[in-house]
């Protein structure tokens, strides 16, 4: 669906302090392939909220085939918030993951560290290669999340050739694109942020990643371990399993998070009335869910689209409200607006740039498999255990079965001479399972994981849980890590971006809810 620094000289450290300090010896002043790029044109943003922020913003200009520097060139979008702290301690990339999310608006991110520590960083936004801004923007079929679409799990024949047909057609639709398709591959990316790096006047970037954002910390810190001095990672790819398997377990722990919010929504049940355990909420669900593929609300929420709006309850606690007030207005008051509204803020009508950036990058990054009878094995095999998104989750990746260009080999990411960096997850991140951070955790051997046990979120750092972002806080202003100790695990732990308590809920429900989060929600 929907990694970094220069070796740190232990001598003289303190334990749990292992400071991403700069590295010693020569660091390039030029970028990928000696490409040194022209100076960034500053001027005032175009979107308000960066405005309002003070920031600046311009072009990066990079060669389309860093190979060719000479050749074709690409104009990445890039705004600029400066530091406001006496101490500057250089330039912060951020990337929201994706493949696909913009960036651009990120370098507001730094006012949300605690204790002002962001403010001796100069935080640079950018749209990606192909994304938002950036020119050219790839773009495929604008129309292609248009609603009611054929029922996502193929129980006949015809049904699976129909969604063939549609991802086959998407993925001829994307060839319109030319040549840049065959050049946003996750190293395009970060050969573009070197570039950027030189064009900001820096020997070293300090990089804040979410999500997909995370593999491509891992890749640039492969590539230009030299170049990176601090790094924060939050929701870990797993470098081992790009893209193919790691949508297949995405898929098992998207149903188990689902069922999370079944309960959830079962706890509060004197407040929505969907049932009073989870079983009974889920049997509903699915009960909507096969109505609305007979026939869809409004003509317009089928099946599908009912799969897609409560996958976000997978991904984050922040919506479950929202959420939870649609499937109420729907089954108790035929509200499918709301619904639908929800839909669309996720699949924004006739915008396809996320998903067409997305499906370039993945399907280019590394070789899919060919075969369409491995997907559809592989595929039932994960539905039978867990029916949530499977399915949804195989057509949306279904592109890269006929992707115009041709794919690349990923990158052996390799931390050995990487500096310390803060990785972040909580452990029931179905989007990037903990699993992952915990590869990346071996790969980074100076590295150190913060984990929350029992929680759902993905990359939900700087939200407000303070044992969390008073560590980023901390590093970020000193380098200073929680202490790396032996075995497979996390080195710090805390507790996870809490559940909300809905108005109205019950005296009963709100002590439940008020239990610390630790004891309340871990299930394995």
Request: hydrophobic residues 35%; charged residues 20%; proline residues 8%.
């Given at each position: 669906?929907?990694?970094?620094?220069?070796?740190?000289?232990?001598a003289?450290v303190?334990?749990?302090?292992?400071?991403?300090?700069?590295?010693?010896?020569?660091?390039?002043?030029?970028?990928?392939a000696?490409?040194?790029?022209?100076?960034?044109?500053?001027?005032?943003?175009?979107?308000?909220?960066?405005?309002?922020?003070g920031a600046?913003?311009?072009?990066?200009?990079?060669?389309?085939?860093?190979?060719?520097?000479?050749?074709?060139?690409?104009?990445v979008?890039?705004?600029?918030?400066?530091?406001?702290?006496?101490?500057?301690?250089?330039?912060?990339l951020?990337?929201?993951?994706?493949?696909?999310?913009?960036?651009?608006?990120?370098?507001?991110?730094?006012?949300?560290?605690?204790n002002h520590?962001?403010e001796?960083?100069?935080?640079?936004?950018?749209?990606?290669?192909?994304?938002?801004?950036?020119?050219?923007?790839?773009?495929?079929?604008?129309?292609?999340?248009?609603?009611?679409?054929?029922?996502?799990?193929?129980?006949?024949?015809?049904?699976?050739?129909?969604?063939?047909?549609?991802?086959?057609?998407?993925?001829?639709?994307?060839?319109?694109?030319?040549?840049?398709?065959?050049?946003v591959?996750?190293?395009?990316?970060?050969?573009?942020?070197?570039?950027?790096?030189?064009?900001?006047?820096?020997?070293?970037?300090?990089?804040?990643?979410?999500?997909?954002g995370t593999?491509?910390?891992?890749v640039?810190s492969?590539?230009?371990?030299?170049?990176?001095?601090?790094m924060?990672?939050?929701?870990?790819?797993?470098?081992?399993?790009v893209?193919?398997?790691?949508?297949?377990?995405?898929?098992?722990?998207?149903?188990?998070?689902?069922?999370?919010?079944?309960?959830?929504?079962?706890?509060?049940?004197?407040?929505?009335?969907?049932?009073?355990t989870?079983a009974e909420?889920e049997?509903l669900w699915?009960?909507?869910?096969?109505?609305?593929?007979?026939t869809?609300?409004?003509?317009v929420?089928?099946?599908?689209?009912?799969?897609?709006?409560?996958?976000q309850?997978?991904?984050?606690?922040?919506?479950?409200?929202?959420?939870a007030?649609?499937?109420?207005?729907?089954?108790h008051?035929?509200?499918?607006?709301?619904?639908?509204k929800?839909?669309?803020e996720?699949?924004?009508?006739?915008d396809?740039?996320?998903?067409?950036?997305?499906?370039?990058v993945q399907?280019t990054?590394v070789?899919?498999?060919a075969?369409?009878?491995?997907?559809?094995?592989?595929?039932?095999?994960?539905?039978f255990r867990?029916?949530?998104?499977t399915w949804g989750?195989?057509?949306?990746?279904?592109?890269c079965?006929n992707?115009?260009?041709?794919?690349?080999?990923?990158?052996?990411?390799?931390?050995?001479d990487?500096?310390?960096?803060?990785?972040i997850?909580?452990?029931?991140?179905?989007?990037?399972?903990?699993?992952g951070?915990?590869e990346?955790?071996?790969?980074?051997?100076?590295?150190?994981?913060?984990?929350?046990?029992?929680?759902?979120?993905?990359?939900?750092s700087?939200?407000?849980?303070?044992?969390?972002?008073?560590?980023?806080?901390?590093?970020?202003?000193?380098?200073?890590l929680?202490?790396?100790?032996?075995?497979?695990h996390?080195?710090?732990?805390c507790?996870?971006?809490?559940?909300?308590?809905?108005?109205?809920?019950?005296?009963?429900?709100?002590?439940?809810?008020?239990?610390?989060?630790?004891?309340?929600?871990?299930?394995?």
């Amino acid at each position: 669906m929907k990694k970094i620094l220069a070796v740190l000289a232990a001598a003289g450290v303190a334990a749990g302090t292992l400071a991403a300090a700069p590295v010693a010896g020569a660091v390039s002043a030029t970028g990928p392939a000696g490409y040194t790029p022209p100076p960034i044109s500053w001027g005032p943003c175009q979107s308000a909220s960066l405005k309002n922020a003070g920031a600046e913003c311009g072009f990066l200009v990079v060669p389309m085939d860093h190979d060719q520097p000479s050749g074709a060139k690409v104009q990445v979008a890039v705004s600029r918030i400066k530091h406001k702290s006496a101490q500057y301690q250089g330039v912060m990339l951020v990337n929201p993951g994706g493949p696909g999310g913009s960036g651009l608006g990120l370098s507001t991110l730094g006012k949300y560290v605690p204790n002002h520590a962001g403010e001796a960083y100069d935080w640079i936004g950018f749209d990606p290669r192909g994304v938002g801004s950036s020119k050219p923007a790839v773009t495929c079929d604008g129309n292609y999340f248009s609603s009611d679409r054929p029922p996502y799990v193929p129980a006949t024949p015809q049904l699976e050739r129909t969604w063939l047909a549609k991802t086959e057609g998407y993925a001829k639709a994307c060839a319109k694109n030319g040549a840049i398709l065959d050049h946003v591959k996750t190293t395009d990316v970060a050969q573009d942020m070197d570039s950027l790096r030189v064009a900001l006047g820096e020997k070293q970037i300090n990089y804040y990643g979410f999500s997909y954002g995370t593999y491509l910390g891992q890749v640039y810190s492969t590539l230009y371990p030299g170049h990176v001095r601090r790094m924060v990672l939050d929701g870990n790819v797993d470098p081992r399993k790009v893209w193919y398997q790691a949508n297949l377990d995405q898929d098992v722990a998207f149903d188990r998070n689902i069922k999370i919010y079944f309960d959830w929504l079962a706890k509060y049940d004197s407040v929505y009335h969907l049932g009073n355990t989870g079983a009974e909420v889920e049997k509903l669900w699915y009960d909507q869910q096969k109505k609305l593929e007979r026939t869809p609300a409004g003509g317009v929420i089928g099946g599908d689209e009912w799969t897609d709006v409560f996958l976000q309850a997978g991904y984050y606690v922040f919506g479950w409200e929202d959420m939870a007030k649609a499937f109420d207005g729907w089954v108790h008051r035929g509200d499918w607006q709301t619904l639908k509204k929800l839909y669309d803020e996720s699949n924004p009508p006739g915008d396809d740039n996320g998903y067409a950036v997305y499906s370039a990058v993945q399907c280019t990054d590394v070789q899919w498999p060919a075969n369409w009878h491995r997907w559809r094995l592989d595929t039932w095999k994960t539905y039978f255990r867990a029916p949530f998104e499977t399915w949804g989750n195989t057509w949306f990746n279904a592109p890269c079965l006929n992707w115009p260009a041709k794919p690349g080999k990923p990158v052996e990411v390799d931390g050995g001479d990487v500096g310390g960096i803060l990785l972040i997850s909580e452990e029931l991140d179905a989007a990037t399972p903990y699993e992952g951070s915990l590869e990346v955790r071996k790969l980074f051997p100076n590295s150190s994981l913060i984990s929350a046990p029992g929680g759902t979120t993905h990359a939900g750092s700087l939200s407000g849980v303070a044992c969390v972002d008073d560590k980023v806080a901390d590093y970020l202003a000193t380098g200073a890590l929680p202490k790396r100790t032996p075995g497979n695990h996390s080195d710090a732990r805390c507790e996870p971006v809490p559940p909300p308590v809905p108005a109205g809920a019950s005296d009963q429900a709100q002590q439940k809810s008020d239990t610390p989060a630790l004891a309340r929600l871990p299930r394995f």
